[in-house]
């Protein structure tokens, strides 16, 4: 595709279930980045891939947050046992050789509503 | 570690007024640092970048920022705003070419009629 691509755009879940949501990077971009945005706040860091490794994951909050990029380019960000203070709206971007040498590409997002 | 900090939740400005949003870093190390917009309903957008070099860095959409590193501030300006400005924006600051960006709080650019 033309961009970044996350689904769903939205997601309402209950407290307590396993969520995933997806980013499709731009074709051939090795680094991809998870971050966070909560309401009145600027986007807050979550992980870092290049290629299919996480190059820093100091972001993540806890161990409910996991992140995979088996194949170096769909990623999947999963959360365990969701909790209200998890609603949030999920970005991707991803860069051709990582955000400061290249420019990030920014999905619109996935907008987490726990319940 | 790389923080930085925006100095105004909101600014108003009358449509082709001039306009400054204000960036001040923290950084232990090299610094780079970034200007991100977010129009409504829109995914974010770089504006510009600094890595070296120039300290006055020219973006698109007529916007510029200066890289003070005495005051460790990074500005973005404009000098006349037009209602298709209204956004939100980004200051961001990465420590290394291979790490990650970390984001301001965001600054909300009214334009008023």
């Known amino acids: 595709g033309a961009g970044v691509s996350q689904t769903p755009s939205n997601k309402v879940t209950e407290k307590g279930k396993y969520v995933e949501l997806r980013c499709d990077p731009i074709?051939?971009?090795?680094?991809l980045y998870w971050y966070r945005q909560s309401l009145g706040q600027g986007p807050e860091f979550l992980i870092y891939?290049?290629?299919?490794?996480?190059?820093?994951d100091s972001g993540l909050p806890n161990d409910r947050f996991f992140a995979v990029r088996p194949e170096g380019s769909v990623s999947t960000l999963k959360i365990q046992r969701t909790e209200r203070g998890d609603s949030a709206v999920y970005l991707c971007?991803?860069?051709?050789?990582?955000?400061?040498?290249?420019?990030?590409?920014f999905g619109q997002g996935t907008r987490l509503t726990v319940v | 570690a790389q923080s930085v900090t925006q100095l105004d939740s909101q600014v108003p400005v009358f449509e082709e007024a001039p306009v400054e949003l204000r960036c001040n870093y923290s950084?232990?190390?090299?610094?780079?640092l970034f200007w991100y917009v977010q129009y409504p309903n829109q995914g974010l957008q770089l504006l510009l970048k600094?890595?070296?070099?120039?300290?006055l860095v020219k973006g698109i959409n007529g916007f510029e920022a200066e890289f003070n590193k005495s005051q460790t501030s990074f500005h973005l300006r404009k000098p006349s705003v037009h209602i298709s400005d209204t956004a939100e924006y980004f200051c961001a600051v990465s420590g290394n070419r291979d790490d990650k960006i970390i984001f301001g709080k965001g600054t909300r650019l009214h334009i008023l009629p």
């Open positions: 891939f290049q290629g299919t490794g996480a190059a820093d």
């Open positions: 950084s232990s190390v090299s610094v780079y």
């Open positions: 600094y890595l070296s070099g120039s300290t």
């Open positions: 971007a991803s860069s051709f050789q990582g955000a400061v040498n290249t420019e990030a590409f």
């Open positions: 074709s051939g971009h090795t680094a």
